[in-house]
């Protein structure tokens, strides 16, 4: 038979006390707004310039992102290999150079 002693009753609470404390600093440090103290990516929302995607090469500029998802589906529909980014000038579908003018036949003639 087991026998509890006073110091388990007293030494659980104040672990776990102290565990929820530890929780606490560590989610104040990882979602901290401090300058280099999170570890939480941030994102910067604010529209791009065209030319800001490196060697992707732009092909088409749409006004809103559903109009971007159906041609990037389109693209990749057809083993194109494309992404859309949001630019200062709408949503613009992206692909790699060697696939451009198949990229802009297959979305002229659609």
Same mark, same amino acid.
């Given at each position: 038979m087991d026998l509890v002693y006073a110091e388990q009753y007293f030494l659980f609470p104040v672990v776990a006390i102290a565990l929820a404390g530890v929780m606490v $600093? $560590?989610?104040? @440090?990882?979602f901290s707004k401090a300058k #280099? #103290?999170?570890l939480v990516r941030r994102v910067d929302t604010r529209p791009a310039d065209r030319d800001a995607f490196g060697l992707l090469t732009d092909i088409r500029t749409v006004p809103n992102y559903n109009e971007a998802r159906v041609l990037v589906s389109k $693209?990749?529909?057809f083993g194109i290999k494309a992404t859309a980014a949001r630019t200062k000038? #709408? @949503?613009?579908?992206?692909v790699w150079p060697r696939d451009e003018a198949a990229a802009r036949g297959l979305l002229d003639h659609s």
């Open positions: $600093l $560590l989610c104040r @440090w990882a #280099g #103290g999170s $693209l990749k529909t000038d #709408g @949503w613009t579908i992206y």
